[in-house]
């Protein structure tokens, strides 16, 4: 029987969804990275993915979890994944992606989901693929364990700052803790220290494919910033990531926040798409 409409991928159509999320690899580094290391099993990715068929072919899909994504998603397959969610998905506290898959998805389930935290249009998605175009900061560098102490009031600073709620609300400290150490030992948290030991730049790689990483949590403590900390911070993180992760680094950074941005162009940093956030 010939594939047609939205079903959920499994195990067996991990290499067809590799294949589909390799078309834009840069822009979902984030589903490509779930995928590889959840091998699209349902009890690890904490909830589906679904595939849009037009005549046997996978032309789209959607990662639906704790974050709701589309991947390559047109108007009218977006429309079917919305149909697909009759209602609203408890688990899912984020939808994040390419800015006019989001806007359609949204669109359509609005009047169902309820009112959101936050909607962020127009998320510039920058990203580098080549020496920055600055000096690095000699003083970055990957944290470890030892770290930790200084490393996690930071991440809980930035945290709070970018989405206007702690990471520790509602009994969540722990779990965070754990996250912040997970990067940490992955080699995936970057930071400088001043001579007191306190944390004045830091970022995380967020997830990897053979593609790409996408960089989060990017941060200058208060009063160290506008001091090009950003700057020269990122293109250490940049010249690290791209000798020893993945080839691209990218991430992506609300429209308003023209400090950052500057920054990031400075680095070397292009825009290549949008992306829209809608926080609940």
Request: hydrophobic residues 45%; glycine residues 8%.
């Amino acid at each position: 029987m010939t594939k047609q409409g939205v079903r959920v991928l499994g195990p067996a159509d991990l290499d067809e969804f590799l294949a589909l999320v390799e078309r834009d690899p840069v822009v979902n580094v984030f589903v490509d990275h779930r995928a590889r290391t959840t091998r699209l099993q349902p009890r690890w990715l904490g909830g589906e993915v679904w595939g849009h068929y037009d005549a046997g072919d996978l032309v789209a899909a959607c990662h639906v979890a704790a974050n709701l994504v589309p991947v390559n998603a047109d108007a009218e397959a977006v429309r079917a994944f919305a149909a697909h969610a009759p209602q609203r998905i408890r688990s899912v506290s984020t939808i994040v992606g390419p800015q006019p898959a989001v806007d359609t998805f949204w669109s359509s389930v609005s009047p169902r989901w309820g009112t959101p935290r936050e909607i962020r249009f127009a998320q510039p998605h920058l990203e580098i693929g080549d020496t920055p175009l600055v000096a690095p900061d000699p003083e970055v560098r990957r944290t470890t364990t030892a770290d930790m102490d200084a490393l996690y009031p930071a991440c809980v600073a930035m945290y709070t700052e970018e989405v206007g709620v702690s990471p520790e609300r509602g009994g969540g400290a722990e779990l965070y803790r754990a996250r912040v150490a997970q990067l940490v030992a992955r080699g995936w948290s970057f930071a400088r220290f001043d001579h007191r030991g306190r944390v004045v730049f830091k970022a995380e790689v967020a997830c990897t494919s053979p593609y790409a990483a996408q960089v989060q949590g990017v941060w200058v403590a208060p009063e160290h910033r506008r001091a090009g900390l950003a700057t020269a911070g990122m293109a250490a993180v940049v010249e690290t990531v791209r000798a020893e992760i993945a080839p691209v680094v990218s991430l992506y950074v609300n429209e308003w926040n023209t400090g950052a941005r500057l920054a990031y162009e400075r680095v070397g940093f292009v825009e290549t798409a949008r992306f829209t956030t809608v926080m609940f």
